[in-house]
């Protein structure tokens, strides 16, 4: 049987994550107000920064528990925190590996294909309403 600790650490992390996405979100949205998804882009940057600094020392093994680390932090914390810091990681991998058509893919794809299934959906939803 497979350990469970690597569950635990991303279950906590996310716990921890969407926590801090609510809080941190909702204070930059009452501080700059609703014109713009200020605390949208603010948890995006900040996620994109922590999961480009972090994944990288912890990979290197840079840090006793690198591993467990990854988990807790990265997985289950900024990967409930920003699903967004994910996407900039692996487009940004794709860029480095010289894999630039695909990382243009990635970018334009998730873009137009992510507001088209979210029109969609709202489309879905409104027949129900």
Not at 49 to 55: A, K, R, T
Request: charged share 5%; proline share 5%.
């Amino acid at each position: 049987m497979q350990s469970l600790l690597p569950y635990l650490l991303i279950g906590l992390g996310g716990f921890l994550g969407a926590n801090a996405r609510f809080i941190l979100a909702g204070w930059s949205n009452q501080l700059f107000g609703p014109l713009f998804p200020y605390g949208t882009f603010f948890v995006n940057v900040s996620g994109s920064f922590l999961l480009g600094f972090l994944l990288p020392l912890l990979q290197a093994g840079l840090f006793p528990h690198s591993r467990p680390m990854i988990f807790l932090f990265c997985i289950g914390f900024i990967g409930s925190y920003t699903t967004f810091s994910t996407f900039e990681y692996e487009t940004h991998k794709l860029f480095d590996e010289g894999s630039w058509l695909l990382a243009l893919v990635n970018i334009f794809g998730s873009m137009f294909v992510g507001m088209l299934a979210v029109h969609l959906g709202i489309g879905l939803a409104r027949r129900w309403l």
